[in-house]
């Protein structure tokens, strides 16, 4: 069974950064695709970002290029999301999602594994 932790949210004022950390943990496959999505009240969870493990291919959600980075550590197998210049809009509860295969990134349906999600919160 794998499970996917995450840490790394909080409280940050408008303009600051965050950066989130994503590991599985029990057994432990090596993932294809790895992604972060969000969930603020009363709205549908929506993509944020994802990599490619293998092949070092990132993708973005418009709203977040520019302003935010995935990056990885292979030797973690670990994902991270640097999240700069944030904005109020950007509150709500991250969470990540892992595939053993090359699902379309910003499809969460494709998505076998998740985490449990972490707060964000940005103020104005």
């Known amino acids: 069974q794998v499970q996917l932790v995450e840490s790394g949210g909080g409280l940050v004022q408008a303009g600051g950064s965050l950066r989130l950390s994503c590991t599985p943990s029990?057994?432990?496959?090596?993932?294809?695709?790895m992604g972060w999505f969000r969930q603020a009240p009363g709205k549908e969870r929506e993509f944020v970002a994802a990599t490619r493990w293998r092949a070092s291919i990132t993708y973005y959600a418009d709203s977040v290029k520019g302003r935010f980075t995935i990056s990885r550590d292979n030797t973690k197998n670990t994902v991270y999301l640097q999240m700069n210049s944030l904005k109020p809009e950007d509150t709500a509860v991250y969470y990540c999602?892992?595939?053993?295969?090359?699902?379309?990134?910003?499809?969460?349906?494709?998505?076998?594994?998740w985490g449990q999600g972490t707060q964000v919160t940005v103020s104005s």
């Open positions: 029990g057994r432990t496959f090596s993932m294809s695709t």
């Open positions: 999602a892992a595939d053993l295969s090359l699902v379309t990134p910003a499809q969460a349906r494709e998505y076998a594994y």
